[in-house]
């Protein structure tokens, strides 16, 4: 049976979701404790307080660490295909259908990266406002991958431009399917052109000044 997520966006301003980039290397978690946030994959091993709700897709990933994961506190969200025909194993982890390409309203579009099936919870999830934390697109100068060491297959710049294609058919349905919702890529210096960039800080002072006035 399909996991139906609660709408818990509509009482809320935003949702920060955690990618993986090396750009939050010493980013200050702290700040992101009262807010909503969704990360994706090792993100649930910043803890329930920082990460809400965790989701990933590759299988790998559930194999290296699923007993890591069971022990974590918050939400865990999969759109993995295997998961799914065995629900009854992993009743601690929701399971949602796979759709391989787009944005969908009773599953949860693939488009060749986690990120992107974080963005079409949220979407679920009812939140309007989206912000994404380390979606770099792109190796570091150091030719690193991730702000974590936690990691399972090496990417190589013909990854990252598997992922840009698969953010173009999500921008697509995200357009046609979804207007009222908008992305913004909380990291100026990201490859991952298709939304409104600006720092962490600045869209924070923004909000401030809207509390204000």
């Not at 949220?122 to 974590?148: Q, T, V, W």
């Amino acid at each position: 049976m399909t996991w139906v997520p609660d709408q818990i966006g509509h009482n809320k301003e935003e949702v920060f979701i955690i990618g993986g980039g090396t750009s939050l290397r010493g980013f200050d978690w702290k700040v992101l404790e009262p807010l909503s946030t969704i990360g994706c994959n090792h993100a649930f091993r910043l803890g329930e307080k920082v990460c809400d709700v965790c989701v990933f897709g590759d299988h790998k990933f559930f194999s290296r660490f699923h007993g890591e994961l069971k022990n974590y506190k918050g939400l865990i969200v999969t759109n993995n295909r295997h998961l799914f025909t065995q629900q009854k194993q992993v009743p601690w982890i929701k399971c949602m259908k796979y759709e391989r390409r787009g944005l969908h309203t009773h599953a949860l579009g693939w488009n060749d990266n986690t990120g992107a099936v974080a963005i079409n919870l949220a979407i679920l999830m009812g939140f309007k406002s989206i912000c994404l934390l380390g979606f770099d697109m792109c190796l570091s100068e150091k030719r690193e991958p991730n702000y974590h060491k936690h990691i399972i297959d090496i990417p190589c710049d013909s990854i990252y431009k598997k992922f840009q294609k698969g953010f173009t058919y999500l921008k697509r349905d995200l357009d046609n399917k979804f207007p009222d919702v908008e992305i913004i890529n909380l990291n100026p210096k990201s490859d991952l052109e298709l939304f409104p960039k600006m720092t962490f800080e600045e869209y924070m002072e923004g909000k401030k000044y809207a509390m204000v006035s």
